[in-house]
């Protein structure tokens, strides 16, 4: 008898990072390195090449280049401010604080009340949360807040009998949509607009409508999503009983619980920590807006949110002292992968030498080569190549603030010699950013973000694509026309 041949199956995500950190390893030292010139503007004149190709050996020491050093040194690269390390460090931090708050089962009771009130509503939920993270990117460039939030919410998505990706689009794909077709945010479109000489917070007629139609876009596109994945299509959750087949039917690890819990009124305990919660919230969206918190200030809000969920729930006799501690190590463990996920992705900027413009690196080099490329096109096709690169330089620069201070001098200058407005250079570095980290590998709040749901990135790339290439399509065609009218 004949044995079945084996089905494809697709490698592990480190594997892949892997993979494409060994393929930048042996194409680097054949390609010339360059940079731009310091202490003047960076523009296609004040590029230079370097006197030597970088060089990448297996192993290495000081300030040498290794492939085996990638890992360390994409983990232990940035600042406690952004990726890698301060990613790290929050994301930690965050899922051991979210460990403690779930032992308490605060959460749980809380979102069985909430299901009740809106299990008959699912789509308005879904919807209106979309809609408010969309806002918070927007607003002020929410990014990696969307992880604890994804981390709170997915609890209330699995109730309500949908996939984890469903709380990833939500969260973070809302977050980035708004982050692309922003009006205001201080650290893109702001950014941008000051480093390019265009009056800041100009052209915001268009990029409102812009918001409208791509976040209408998003919600329709995860409602449709969500209805075709939910594991439970008809009892309400008041009457779930764990016997039922169609909880049987659910994949491992999303079957929804029996609800006796529903039976149960909230204790004054779960009434304080539901408490804590929201204002911890509060105090996350009024420190981001008014106070300037960031990555650092987050993750000890959450620290403190953790701290003080304990006490209430060791008063109450739900945790012991040691209970809670074994919960944050636990909730900590569940994102290790999402941390070595992460430095691997930024081992490869290590590889390639750096995001730093004035050091030589190969992506000043692609930086520059698309720049020469670019400059002899008419303005409509060159105004969609400069989407392009920004697009392609995604893949290893994810920062949208960070992005903007390297291609935008360049970008802004290059808009002047083919003929499109700085306006539509800017718009060009909005979409290809914000809408390319929604699938690239190599960015770290979007692995972060898909370690916390538990998605593996060659699942997530299998639902987002059409949807991306959905969104690419209208960022074309809103770049053509901006081009056509010229949007200044």
Known sequence: MRSKPRRFKVP?????????????????????????????????????????????????????????????????????NGSAIGVVAFILLVGGAFGVVTASGAVDRGLLRLIAITGHHPRLLLGSLFAAFAAGGAVFGMGEETIAFLALLLPLIRRMGYPPEVGVMITYVASQIGFGTSWMNPFGVALAQGIANVPLLSGAPLRIAMFGIFVSTGIAFTLWYAERHRYRDAAPVESADPADPADSAAPEGHKQHAAPALAQALTMADRLILVGIVATIVWIVWGVVAAGYFIPEIATQFVTLCCFTAVIAIAARRLTADAAAEAFISGAQQLVPAVLVISLAKGIEYLLGGANPHAPSVLNTFLHSMGTLLETWPPLLAAQGMLVVQTAFTFVIHSGSAQAAINMPLMAGL??????????????????????NMSVPTGAVLMA????????????????????????LMSMAMVAFAVLTAYN
């Open 12 to 80: 592990h995500t480190l594997i892949i990072l892997l993979c494409i950190a060994l393929l930048v390893a042996l194409l680097v030292p054949w390609v010339p390195a360059g940079y731009f010139e310091p202490g003047v503007a960076i523009s296609l004149d004040s590029y230079r090449v370097a006197e030597h190709n970088i060089s990448i050996a297996w192993f290495a020491s000081g300030k040498q280049i290794g492939f085996f050093n990638a890992p360390f040194e994409g983990m232990t690269s940035g600042s406690r």
């Open 415 to 436: 808009s002047d010699l083919v003929g499109v407005t700085r306006q539509t250079a800017v718009l060009a570095y909005q979409l290809g950013n914000a809408m390319a």
């Open 449 to 472: 973000t898909l370690g916390v749901a538990g998605v593996p990135w060659t699942r997530w790339f299998g639902i987002i694509w059409r949807f991306q290439l959905l969104i690419v």
